[in-house]
């Protein structure tokens, strides 16, 4: 079992910007594609995005432009930036990471409310 450890949320008002990070064990050589999703009350769970390992990006709609994913390999973490929030972005966001099968993390509440 992985545990991957995310940090970063809160709550913010509209038009504001918060990062989020997951971090996965150093022992872990190589992590391929790591990703960032989100459920909000009553919806199901929804891609935000995704990066590989080279660092190729893909972003739902509804972020392009606001969000931004990246990582650091040598301290296998996965980065959130998130710009210009709305309440529509209000959820529970989780991260995660294919080593042998899919990790994922226990999630961070994000609030974007005035």
């Known amino acids: 079992q992985v545990h991957l450890v995310e940090s970063g949320g809160g709550l913010v008002q509209p038009g504001g910007s918060l990062r989020l990070s997951c971090a996965a064990p150093?022992?872990?050589?190589?992590?391929?594609?790591m990703g960032w999703y989100r459920q909000a009350p009553g919806k199901s769970r929804e891609l935000v995005a995704t990066?590989?390992?080279?660092?190729?990006?893909n972003y739902a709609d509804s972020v392009k432009g606001r969000f931004t994913i990246s990582r650091d390999n040598a301290k296998n973490t996965v980065y959130l930036q998130m710009n210009s929030l709305s309440p529509e972005d209000t959820a529970v966001y989780y991260c995660n990471a294919f080593i042998s099968t899919w990790f994922w993390g226990q999630g961070t509440q994000v609030t974007v409310s005035s």
């Open positions: 150093g022992t872990i050589l190589r992590i391929n594609d």
């Open positions: 990066i590989s390992w080279l660092g190729r990006t």
